[in-house]
């Protein structure tokens, strides 16, 4: 073989080896590029799906959030209602005949009187609840009870005292007590449901 010849056969067979290096290296690349491929869209896929649950976890927190912030508005404004409509009644309260209030105060001293009470009454009842009207009370009840000379400062209804114990039947606590009762009744209405 001539020297042309085996160059000519080295060339060659360095040409086939670098082909062969190059078909192996291009599988090998091609193999490495579809794990990458792969890879890559099983992290992509996790990372989606991540971010839906975590999406709609924030969504649900905001819809939740909303919900308690409505409740709380519309319970804020059932609570003025509800104050105006007991500011109202009281007014209306002290605007009754004097029979019929007269005759609300006697029920509201027989639920809670004691005998020996002194009834504590307002100013403004000075010329309703005389003393003569307290003693047809006491009478109808069945209690002793004395009009006491101290004048309170509310606007009507009564004060029990005894022993240095009152009894509040004001006309404003009573409407407090119904109003703090409806309050709570409309709180546990309105968050019962929220988790």
Do not use: C, H, W
């Amino acid at each position: 073989m001539s020297k042309e010849n085996l160059l000519s056969k080295i060339i060659l067979d360095a040409e086939a080896q670098a082909e062969e290096i190059k078909t192996t290296a291009e599988q090998a690349s091609a193999v490495a590029l579809d794990n990458a491929i792969t890879s890559f869209n099983a992290e992509f896929e996790k990372v989606i799906s991540k971010a839906k649950t975590d999406g709609e976890e924030i969504i649900t927190q905001a819809v939740l959030n909303a919900e308690i912030e409505a409740r709380k508005i519309l319970l804020k404004a059932k609570q003025e209602v509800l104050s105006a409509t007991i500011e109202r009644s009281l007014e209306k309260l002290m605007k009754l005949p004097d029979s019929e209030y007269i005759a609300l105060i006697t029920d509201m001293i027989a639920r809670v009187a004691d005998d020996g009470d002194t009834v504590i009454i307002s100013r403004n009842d000075e010329k309703r609840l005389t003393a003569e009207v307290i003693a047809k009370i006491s009478k109808v009840i069945g209690k002793k009870l004395t009009l006491s000379n101290e004048r309170g400062d509310f606007l009507g209804g009564v004060i029990l005292s005894q022993n240095g114990l009152d009894k509040n039947m004001t006309l404003e606590n009573e409407l407090s007590e119904i109003k703090q009762e409806r309050i709570n009744k409309l709180s546990t209405k309105l968050f019962s449901n929220v988790e």
